[in-house]
């Protein structure tokens, strides 16, 4: 796909910030893409970017083996914002001076600004909390450079060189505990490297569109909905390129939470017209997965079980089809950016996570593949999925895992036992709901303890049932989370609810790990 021509590049030197930086400027209306430290400054400027962002790091620039920034990249004539790490690499190769000062900085920092009226502060206070994380610090700046920040332990916490259009910050402006961190952002991309905000979401679904019809042809395609938003709105953007020459497969595999399947076979081919073929695997799921309590192994016949059906469904998608023996050539996946990122993005990075996509199809199934998503993080999916008209159901969903249910009865997966934790599921998303807390929280698995059994006291009777966990976080990108602080009347209510409502069901317990030492999901 052709880069759009106002881009930012940001370039990641290895902490987890450099998704978050590119996601702030996409929010201020710029598009940004993200390129590893090890690409060469000849590759940057190839892609002509309008400005460079560089990160924060992990490491201090006089760390062996620290990434390097050449000095070629600020004589570019590219505006180029320095954070962090990139503030120092910045100073130092341009012939300023960064210390060990020993005085670390962790966490919020009151940072005092001496110009409130220059590039990167105007419109912002001379005291503002900001968030820091670093143990070197920038001592003298290199010539040419205004000082326009200080912090008690930072005597140049932020720099400015209107002429070369050069500028850095020790803070990270991208973190929500800056208090003008996005202005600060804004203000260089706009002020500082002259770009005009122009970039949404929907010129992404237009390109895609285009792009999708010239890869596709008069072929065929077809796609796997999990029930998930990123499915779904890869499918509806396939759709509205192709129409009737994509077919979506939906398995339901007897896993999913009350109504799901429903929101997939009504609402959303109400919303999309797309062609949906339903697979009712419900039995061939659970006899495949009865008398198993591993949870690797779980996912492991989830996972081949799905590949099996998913097969089955070509094979008949293509007898059926009017052109009948023309195999499908394309399979449309919701890959996200941050996959890509994470996988590498055949740029050369090290495999953080190799990317799982939505089924888990192997390689040897003979596809294209066209995934429309993959410029994009998830909250832009989100956004693309309202504009193409979507159910809030579905583009509002909390992430949810392939295997569903099944990763979630710690014990052997029975339909009486899915059935008893849709119903829990049920009353605690409607009470999440009810207290408007959906975008509070990440996502809450409800976890049945199935292989759990605890006395209790229900009318006259002692009882002998189930636990039932609630583990409600809260997260950004879901490799790290905490548990969420919800209301004690909401908790109150769900407790009341499934204990009076769910049979078998005696004890409702919250889980309050954070992520890590904990997973989110509890298998
Ligand atoms: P954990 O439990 O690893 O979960 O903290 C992180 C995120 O991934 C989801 N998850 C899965 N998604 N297949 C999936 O498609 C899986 O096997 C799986 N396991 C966990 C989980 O819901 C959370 O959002």
Same mark, same amino acid.
């Given at each position: 796909m052709e880069q759009p021509a106002d881009t930012v590049l940001v370039i990641d030197f290895g902490a987890q910030y450099a998704q978050l930086i590119a996601r702030r400027v996409r929010e201020a209306h710029v598009y940004s893409e993200i390129v590893?430290?090890?690409?060469?400054?000849?590759?940057?400027?190839?892609?002509?970017?309008?400005?460079?962002?560089?990160?924060?790091?992990?490491?201090?620039?006089?760390?062996?083996?620290?990434?390097?920034?050449?000095?070629?990249?600020?004589?570019?004539?590219?505006? *180029?914002?320095? +954070?962090?790490?990139?503030?120092? #690499?910045?100073? /130092?190769?341009?012939? =300023?001076?960064?210390?060990?000062?020993? $005085?670390?900085?962790?966490?919020?920092?009151?940072l005092e600004?001496?110009?409130?009226?220059?590039?990167?502060?105007?419109?912002?206070?001379a005291d503002q909390p900001v968030w820091m994380s670093h143990g070197d610090a920038v001592v003298a700046a290199p010539a040419g450079f205004r000082v326009t920040g200080t912090t008690a332990k930072t005597p140049v916490a932020a720099f400015e060189d209107d002429q070369n259009r050069l500028y850095g910050v020790q803070h990270h402006p991208e973190v929500m505990h800056s208090q003008f961190g996005q202005l600060l952002l804004e203000?260089?991309?706009?002020?500082?490297?002259?770009?005009?905000?122009?970039?949404? *979401?929907?010129? +992404?679904?237009?390109?895609?569109? #285009?792009?999708? /019809?010239?890869?596709? =042809?008069?072929?065929?395609?077809?796609? $796997?909905?999990?029930?998930?938003v990123d499915s779904a709105v890869a499918a509806a953007i396939v759709q509205k390129a192709i129409g009737v020459q994509l077919t979506c497969v939906f398995v339901d595999h007897g896993l999913l939470r009350k109504g799901e399947a429903e929101q997939v076979e009504k609402d959303f081919v109400a919303a999309t017209g797309v062609q949906l073929k339903v697979v009712d695997a419900e039995e061939r799921f659970l006899s495949a997965l009865a008398g198993v309590s591993d949870p690797e192994e779980k996912r492991k016949i989830i996972g081949r079980e799905f590949i099996r059906v998913f097969e089955q469904?070509?094979?008949?998608?293509?007898?059926?089809?009017?052109?009948?023996?023309?195999?499908?050539?394309?399979?449309?996946?919701?890959?996200?950016?941050?996959?890509?990122?994470?996988?590498g993005g055949g740029t050369g990075t090290a495999n953080i996570k190799?990317?799982?996509?939505?089924?888990?199809?192997?390689?040897?199934?003979?596809?294209?593949?066209?995934?429309p998503l993959r410029k994009l993080f998830k909250?832009?999916?989100?956004?693309?999925?309202?504009?193409?008209?979507?159910?809030?159901?579905?583009?509002?969903?909390?992430?949810?895992?392939?295997p569903g249910l099944g990763i979630r009865i710690v014990g052997e997966v029975t339909k009486d036992r899915l059935d008893l934790l849709r119903e829990a599921d049920a009353i605690a998303r409607e009470e999440l709901t009810a207290a408007g807390l959906d975008n509070e929280i990440w996502q809450c698995p409800v976890v049945l303890l199935a292989d759990v059994r605890s006395v209790g006291v229900q009318g006259d009777g002692r009882t002998y049932g189930h636990p039932i966990v609630l583990r409600p976080v809260s997260s950004e990108d879901a490799?790290?989370?905490?548990?969420?602080?919800?209301?004690?009347?909401?908790?109150?209510?769900?407790?009341?609810?499934?204990?009076?409502?769910?049979?078998?069901?005696?004890?409702?317990?919250l889980d309050v790990t954070s992520k890590p030492p904990g997973t989110i999901e509890w298998e």
């Open positions: 590893p430290h090890t690409a060469t400054v000849a590759e940057i400027l190839a892609k002509k970017p309008k400005a460079v962002i560089l990160s924060g790091g992990p490491s201090s620039v006089y760390a062996e083996g620290a990434p390097n920034v050449g000095a070629e990249l600020f004589r570019a004539g590219v505006p *180029t914002l320095g +954070i962090c790490y990139g503030f120092q #690499a910045m100073a /130092r190769a341009l012939g =300023g001076v960064v210390d060990q000062t020993g $005085g670390r900085e962790y966490g919020r920092t009151s600004v001496t110009d409130t009226g220059s590039t990167l502060f105007r419109g912002s206070h203000n260089f991309l706009y002020r500082g490297a002259g770009i005009t905000p122009n970039w949404t *979401t929907g010129n +992404i679904v237009d390109e895609q569109v #285009a792009a999708i /019809r010239e890869q596709v =042809g008069t072929k065929r395609a077809i796609c $796997g909905l999990s029930g998930g469904a070509e094979r008949e998608i293509v007898a059926e089809s009017a052109d009948a023996g023309e195999p499908v050539k394309f399979l449309v996946q919701g890959t996200l950016y941050p996959d890509v990122v994470e996988s190799s990317h799982h996509n939505v089924g888990g199809l192997p390689e040897d199934l003979q596809f294209e593949l066209i995934e909250d832009e999916v989100r956004q693309v999925g309202r504009e193409l008209g979507l159910p809030e159901a579905i583009v509002g969903r909390q992430p949810f895992p392939g490799m790290t989370a905490d548990w969420s602080r919800l209301p004690y009347e909401v908790l109150a209510q769900i407790s009341t609810r499934i204990t009076n409502e769910v049979a078998d069901v005696n004890r409702v317990v």
